[in-house]
């Protein structure tokens, strides 16, 4: 009997530790990147403004099957739906199986004449739950090594759109 208390005791304390851990954490994460590119508004927009574009530049989208109706994307187990789009900013929601949804933002800045400077970001809103902030502390190496691949995708793509 006092095994089983022993244990169940040291489960509890183990438990609260751990949540008393991850509450100091924050709830929401954002991870950016950004790049440089020489290029128009005009060419930067051909290869972001529609998530048909996307194709164009994320890898994962040319790996796996990609429907996109009405402003929507699945891409696997994931998917974008296109929330709103300026001429210089657009935004999506992203919802990936298994984790709580991002709020995607991709906008360009100029930064002198020619030269945009592209930034991405995904910012996740999480709850207390241990598991949910121990998950966001792999969103900057997991998610922003991904997503420097993917500028760099961006970048082909855009220089490969002819100047208007």
Not at 52 to 57: E, H, I, T, V
Not at 111 to 119: A, D, S
Request: hydrophobic content about 45%; charged content about 15%.
């Amino acid at each position: 009997m006092k095994l089983i208390r022993f244990a169940f005791i040291s489960v509890l304390v183990i438990g609260l530790l751990i949540t008393g851990i991850s509450s100091l954490f924050p709830s929401v994460v954002i991870t950016s990147r950004a790049v440089e590119v020489n290029a128009s508004s005009a060419q930067i927009q051909q290869c972001v403004k529609e998530l048909s574009a996307w194709k164009g530049w994320m890898s994962d989208w040319k790996e796996q099957s990609v429907t996109v109706k009405d402003g929507i994307a699945h891409v696997g187990t994931q998917t974008i739906q296109l929330l709103s789009s300026t001429d210089s900013t657009v935004v999506v929601n992203w919802v990936a199986t298994g984790q709580a949804p991002y709020k995607v933002q991709i906008e360009w800045l100029p930064l002198k004449e020619g030269t945009y400077v592209i930034h991405w970001s995904f910012e996740q809103h999480v709850k207390w739950y241990p598991w949910e902030k121990f998950q966001t502390l792999l969103n900057e190496k997991v998610l922003g090594a991904k997503m420097e691949v993917e500028l760099q995708n961006l970048t082909a793509c855009i220089l490969s759109v002819p100047v208007p």
